[in-house]
Structure formats: C-alpha cells, structure tokens
C-alpha cells in the first residue's frame, strides 16, 4: 500500500503532462484547420518601400545617437573643467593653511 501512496507524486505529473500535450494537439489541430481555410493575402506594400523605411529609421536612430554622445563628451568636459577648477581652489586652500600653521 505504501508503493501506491510513493508513486501518486509522479502518477499525477505523468497525468498532467498527458492531458496538457493533448489539449495543446487538439488547439494545434484546431488551429491548422482553421488557418487552412482562410484566403492567403498578397503584402500590400512595396519591398523597396519597406528597405527605404528602415533605412530611414536607421539614419535617424543614428542621428539622434551621435546627438546623444556629443551632448554626452560637452557635459564631461565642463564637468572636468568645474572638477579642475575647484581642485586648484582647494589645493592653494589647503597650501596657504599648512603655511600658516607651518609658518612657510
């Protein structure tokens, strides 16, 4: 009996698993006699058209990028500027205290 009560575990994932792969054959099935009886549709747009787009969009994704890294570069160089400027202020600040407590 306690064979039976061990093997409920996997005798019920190997049930689930079962009627899950049937329900999905049956939906697949389903599916396929469905889309079997509808009318094919010709694209209605130009290939040419579709490479021109894309192109396009590439072009201004690559404008708006190179914007963005300018902007980017602009902004680290005043940041380093300001950093510079205020790391000499504090250089001549910390010299002139140690001259005075030095007396240098």
Request: charged letters at 25%.
């Amino acid at each position: 009996m306690t064979d039976n009560k061990a093997n409920l575990p996997s005798d019920f994932v190997k049930q689930s698993q079962d009627a899950m792969r049937t329900a999905f054959d049956s939906w697949s099935k389903t599916i396929k006699d469905v889309t079997g009886h509808l009318p094919t549709v010709q694209p209605t747009t130009d290939p040419k058209d579709v490479i021109d787009q894309v192109f396009d969009f590439a072009v201004k994704l690559l404008d708006v990028q190179r914007e963005f890294a300018k902007n980017v570069v602009a902004t680290s160089a005043s940041v380093g500027e300001h950093l510079g400027d205020v790391t000499e202020k504090a250089t001549a600040a910390t010299r002139s205290a140690a001259s005075k407590v030095t007396g240098n």
